[in-house]
């Protein structure tokens, strides 16, 4: 699939035995890769801190469809919603697959450390998901990568086609879902076009839930996570994050995440990704909004045009990052994504906990009272301060707080946390 070419410098040899990865051993374009992916989701998960649940998919929930705050939601939509989830899905299995070789060049196997991984990184997305945020995607992760390991020495284009396929299960979920509207019973029908446009009523409970203290937020918090880790998981995070986990592996293996390809297969990559991606979720934009986002016509298939078209652009955003790193564009910048990439776990749950403390009730109480135009002046905040953050951290301890904790789980051990002194 890829071309390869002489490979960006790497650093050094791996440890003897089953370890944490150090420093030197880290892909300097996977990091950059992945601190892209980690400030890119909070473009759309401000949407979920800040506003009532159903805004996020449906603008009409809690806005009109014109003016600034359509527009914004339009941009959000075309150039955010999916496509930066999905790198995060993808860089996991490409690290799941990592951790693997190492563990193999080393003569050790990984098999165990994963399964103590997974299970540090279930308990910690649980703890997220019901006592912070409830859109967490720990959770999922932790449960596909329980279950796709296993699938990690397949050939890359087969894990390529396999987790490709995974992904279009859903589409045919949703497609029957759409089908099977006219004859489903009316309870269940209300009860889905309640969750799509909810009344007056609903939308006025559940800014009294987050707008009150957090033990007050626990009920509504709770029903939310469950029903993502669960329904939701099995139609759509199964299919979706654990395909694109084994494109990761596919494409990891083949040297696409490690900016080791030819410019030109990037340039090819990018221009079929956007050519395809950016035409499809544009057309579902247009799709809705003739049809006024209802829910007969939006929650099912109008959902579908930015699934599949964010496959593409998704790719996109990955070529062009490779291509960045190999071409050595804004050097300051990719520094900062580096670090930020380097300590993604810490980065993407201090976003929660600073969302939360601005927009829920145990903090400024802002739910439901910033225009989308505002919320994106949030994450413009959030943005500077973790590129400024990341790399200060790193120049005085090993790992960000939180990947401290989950390796110190992991390996049954304290990992040292200073960082080494340059030599």
């Known amino acids: 699939m890829a071309t390869t070419a002489t490979a960006p410098p790497t650093e050094a040899a791996a440890a003897s035995k089953a370890a944490p990865v150090r420093a030197g051993e880290r892909i300097a374009a996977i990091d950059v890769l992945r601190g892209f992916a980690v400030l890119g989701i909070l473009a759309m998960n401000v949407q979920s801190y800040s506003m009532v649940s159903a805004a996020y998919l449906n603008p009409a929930a809690n806005d009109s469809l014109a003016g600034i705050g359509f527009a914004v939601w339009v941009l959000t939509h075309v150039f955010f919603d999916t496509k930066f989830m999905s790198i995060f899905s993808m860089l996991f299995g490409a690290g799941m697959a990592l951790m693997a070789e190492r563990a193999a060049s080393r003569g050790a196997s990984a098999t165990g450390v994963h399964y103590r991984r997974q299970f540090w990184l279930l308990v910690l997305g649980l703890a997220h998901a019901h006592l912070i945020w409830y859109g967490d995607i720990l959770v999922p992760y932790a449960l596909c990568g329980f279950v796709l390991y296993s699938l990690r020495n397949v050939r890359p284009k087969r894990l390529i086609v396999a987790g490709f396929a995974m992904t279009s299960v859903t ?33 006025e409970a559940e800014i009294a839930a987050y707008t009150a203290g957090w033990l007050e937020q626990m009920p509504h918090r709770t029903a939310n996570a469950l029903e993502l880790e669960t329904f939701v998981f099995l139609v759509l995070f ?49 799709f809705n909004t003739q049809h006024d986002f209802a829910f007969e016509y939006s929650m099912f298939q109008g959902t579908l045009f930015n699934y599949v078209g964010s496959l593409g652009v998704f790719l996109g955003y990955v070529a062009l990052v490779m291509l960045a790193v190999r071409s050595g564009w804004l050097p300051g910048l990719q520094r900062r994504l580096q670090a930020a990439g380097r300590i993604a776990f810490t980065n993407y749950i201090t976003q929660s906990v600073i969302c939360t403390l601005i927009f ?60 080494r002194p340059h030599t």
């Open 171 to 203: 589409v045919g979920i949703f497609l029957l879902g759409a089908l099977s509207i006219p004859d489903m019973p009316a309870a269940a029908r209300d009860a889905m076009e309640r969750d799509w446009a909810p009344p007056i009523a609903d939308v």
């Open 238 to 286: 199964f299919w979706r994050s654990g395909g694109l986990m084994l494109v990761g592996m596919g494409l990891f293996k083949l040297g696409v995440l490690s900016a080791r390809s030819s410019p030109a297969f990037y340039r090819r990559l990018a221009a079929a990704g956007f050519g395809l991606g950016f035409p499809i979720v544009a057309a579902g934009v247009i």
């Open 360 to 419: 829920y009730g145990h903090g400024l109480g802002l739910f439901e009272q910033v225009h989308r135009v505002g919320q994106l002046a949030f994450v413009a905040l959030i943005w500077a301060l973790q590129l400024l953050w990341s790399p200060w951290w790193l120049a005085r301890f090993r790992f960000g707080p939180l990947e401290w904790l989950w390796r110190s789980l992991t390996y049954m051990k304290l990992q040292p946390m200073t960082a």
